[in-house]
């Protein structure tokens, strides 16, 4: 089982409808979660951090759920500015350690008008 | 967030030949690291660049091949050596920033890598 696993998509969605990516974790231990978001031939921009509470920025909302493990991120009103690829990343250190940041293979958006 | 600059953003390089990657942070940072990324993959971290010591390399990852250097808190470079086309790839160095409480990474633009 992959540490980080995430629906590869693609999603297609018509531009305005809601849609919703989720990301499970195995580790249990495991830190602090983020979305990043990455357009083609970039590099992964952060989106937002995940907090325990869940957390809004706009249109944007993620939410952690610890017991079953898995992170949600939900995009209402999407433009087509929005379509890429959606990184779920987890770090299972609590120190700062690169070798515990594990990304998702990303799971891609396309909104067409 | 950080400002990260990569050289060159991509170059097309011959069989046998090394590379190097340069990566140039906008301020001081603790850590920087090293990631890979092929087609239609995703980011795959090869080393943290240590200043002042030896870069510590992820499984699968050795010195001989991909020496790094880190000379100081805003700069560090990364060397594809004695290279194949299964090196071909995106390099993207990465810096981190502690934000709100919690260590986030922010990336460089990447270099595209193309070995024939």
């Known amino acids: 089982r992959k540490e980080v696993e995430q629906d590869p998509g693609p999603f297609n969605v018509p531009e305005g409808a809601t849609v919703a990516f989720n990301c499970t974790y195995s580790n249990s231990a495991s830190q602090s979660f983020f979305w990043y978001r990455q357009d083609c031939r970039k590099e992964p921009k952060l989106l937002m951090s995940v907090y325990s509470s869940g957390n809004e920025d706009g249109r944007f909302t993620a939410q952690l759920n610890r017991a079953s493990q898995y992170i949600s991120l939900l995009i209402r009103d999407s433009k087509l500015s929005d379509s890429a690829t959606y990184l779920c990343v987890v770090n299972n250190s609590e120190y700062s350690s690169a070798s515990k940041i594990i990304f998702g293979s990303g799971t891609r958006l396309s909104i067409r008008p | 967030s950080a400002v990260i600059s990569q050289k060159p953003s991509r170059d097309i390089c011959q069989r046998g030949t090394s590379l190097t990657i340069q990566c140039q942070v906008d301020s001081q940072v603790t850590m920087m690291f090293w990631y890979r990324q092929q087609p239609g993959q995703s980011l795959t971290l090869i080393a943290t660049a240590n200043q002042g010591s030896e870069a510590t390399y992820e499984s699968g990852f050795v010195i001989d091949k991909f020496p790094i250097s880190r000379p100081n808190l805003t700069f560090s470079t990364l060397t594809v050596s004695n290279m194949s086309p299964e090196d071909s790839s995106i390099y993207l160095c990465?810096?981190?920033?502690?934000?709100?409480?919690?260590?986030?990474?922010?990336f460089g633009p990447g270099t595209r890598l193309t070995v024939l």
């Open positions: 990465s810096a981190e920033r502690r934000v709100g409480g919690t260590d986030t990474q922010y």
